[in-house]
């Protein structure tokens, strides 16, 4: 038990340093392994050190892999959208350093934590939020966000744990953060208003660079 306890206590530690300075996770939904190292670069050149990028997205093991290799000390890069445990071993097998689900699968999230990766389960209500803890979630994936207004954030911080990294996902924009942050929020998943699916680097890079602008705003108030 004191084991576990010290490993969770780790874990966030980790956690917290990770999105300690810009706690944006990139979601890269569709890109493709070509394309994946120029636009990881620029991310990483304004500031972002997470990069996830979707299983439904092409070769996504093989971007991954890529990107651990070329980014190696300047990102840590996760995988999303996982739905089975085999997913979560080629994962680890190509670098990745924490996984990310749609939905809350108690037996995924455990086999996460024995591979030793970060997992951040998606939820949709204290119920679930809970449920995920107990299974040795690090941080929550609070989704989607459109459903889930500050409003509703701020009544679940009143009862879910004081540290715990409640992430929203899902149409977030730079001028929607500052709402969630003051509702308790620890940091976003970026996707479609940060990459879509055939942009080039220098786009990827100017949406990135607004919502660091915008972030940096939220910082200094």
Not at 76 to 97: N, P, V
Not at 100 to 115: E, G, N, S, W, Y
Not at 198 to 215: H, I, T
Request: glycine content about 10%; proline content about 6%; some cysteine.
């Amino acid at each position: 038990m004191l084991e576990q306890l010290l490993c969770i206590e780790l874990m966030h530690d980790v956690l917290n340093s990770w999105l300690n300075g810009l706690p944006l996770i990139a979601i890269l939904r569709g890109i493709h392994p070509d394309e994946c190292v120029d636009i990881g670069r620029n991310l990483c050149k304004i500031g972002f050190r997470l990069l996830e990028i979707p299983l439904n997205s092409p070769e996504p093991f093989k971007s991954i892999q890529k990107l651990s290799l070329n980014l190696k000390g300047k990102a840590i890069i996760g995988a999303g959208t996982i739905l089975q445990k085999k997913q979560l071993e080629l994962l680890r097998d190509s670098g990745g350093k924490f996984a990310v689900m749609p939905h809350v699968d108690l037996d995924l999230i455990r086999t996460a934590k024995d591979l030793d990766l970060v997992c951040i389960p998606g939820v949709s209500s204290p119920s679930e939020s809970f449920s995920a803890l107990d299974a040795g979630a690090d941080a929550l994936k609070v989704f989607p966000a459109e459903l889930i207004v500050p409003k509703v954030l701020k009544a679940w911080k009143a009862v879910l744990p004081e540290d715990i990294f409640l992430l929203p996902v899902g149409g977030i924009l730079p001028n929607s953060m500052a709402s969630y942050i003051s509702a308790g929020a620890k940091g976003f998943g970026l996707g479609s208003a940060l990459y879509k699916s055939g942009m080039d680097a220098a786009d990827v890079l100017a949406n990135g660079e607004a919502f660091v602008k915008s972030w940096g705003k939220i910082e200094s108030n």
